[in-house]
């Protein structure tokens, strides 16, 4: 395991998900709902759920794209 990409990984998609639609979103739920653990668990399971779907494509297209072009397709 490589634990400096884990820690790499884990402070970007941090980064980029403080503050945007989807924290919003969790935010308003959870504010409406008396259960929060509910809210967590449906919330961490659709990140999960959307994160397996980026490693599963992002590795096949990987496999098919040059790497140069994948970050600079991302940039």
Sequence with gaps: MN???VLTTFTTIFLAE?????QI??????????SPLSVLLGASTALVATSVIAVIVGNQVGNLIPPHWIRRAAG
């Design 18 to 22: 403080l503050g945007d639609k989807t």
């Design 3 to 5: 634990w400096q990409l």
């Design 25 to 34: 979103a969790t935010f308003a739920v959870a504010a409406n709902e008396r």
